[in-house]
């Protein structure tokens, strides 16, 4: 259970041109999910929260005019980057928060990545 | 400020031996703690993770982790190492109590090699 997929898996585009990367929650309904940027041999740097059915919030420094967030259904959130230029290029990762009755059992649960090169 | 550091970047271990990963947190609540582990090509896979009661937790693939308040620390261990645990492994925490997008902030990483 609670399987998260991302989709694509890999994807190489030319600057300028804008990349859509699918999250899915396979077998749970996830009100929230998170979005995160993963540089070569460093942490995650989370870039935005998508809440479903409503406009997603973005950290401090993330233009959310290049990277854009739809939350439209408990099991999907997409992520859009426009207009995309090389500095763009970095490992994407989604993931849906479970949780029910009490905290306990609140978890973030990770879709495997999408690697983005954009030439 | 809220922080994780995971102080050792990289660590080898030979198979068999045991394995502890460094966890020490700053935070300003009642944290609830995370280790997740990432191996190549793989997303993000959930360890274990604390929220309160026994301090010692026990996750899959025989890791546990101890949760030390007065140390601000949750370090991970493994009592033998099997050269399928040469990954990434990372430490988070988060707000024990409320806050609906419960945000994690993340610690650097530990790269773990396995030699044989």
């Known amino acids: 259970g609670a399987v998260v997929s991302q989709h694509p898996s890999w994807v190489i585009c030319k600057s300028g041109t804008s990349v859509k990367i699918e999250c899915r929650s396979l077998d749970f309904q996830a009100t929230t999910m998170f979005w995160y940027r993963q540089f070569p041999k460093q942490s995650l740097m989370l870039m935005a929260t998508s809440n479903e059915g409503s406009k997603a919030t973005y950290e401090q420094g993330v233009e959310k005019d290049k990277f854009l967030i739809n939350h439209a259904s408990l099991t999907l959130s997409t992520l859009t980057v426009t207009s995309a230029h090389p500095e763009d290029s970095s490992f994407y990762i989604c993931?849906?928060?479970?949780w029910g009755q009490g905290a306990s059992t609140d978890t973030q649960y990770f879709g495997p990545g999408t690697r983005l090169t954009v030439l | 400020a809220q922080s994780v550091t995971q102080p050792d970047i990289h660590i080898t271990v030979s198979e068999g031996a045991s394995l502890e990963l460094r966890c020490n947190y700053s935070y300003g609540a009642t944290p609830y703690l995370f280790w997740y582990v990432q191996s190549p090509g793989q997303g993000l896979q959930l360890l274990l993770k604390y929220f309160s009661g026994d301090t010692l937790v026990q996750g899959i693939k025989g890791f546990e982790a101890e949760f030390k308040r007065s140390q601000s620390s949750f370090n991970l261990r493994k009592p033998s190492v099997h050269w399928s645990d040469a990954a990434e492994y990372f430490c988070a925490v988060g707000p024990a109590h409320g806050g609906n997008n419960r945000k994690l902030i993340w610690g650097l990483g530990t790269s773990l090699a396995v030699n044989p």
């Open positions: 993931s849906a928060r479970v």
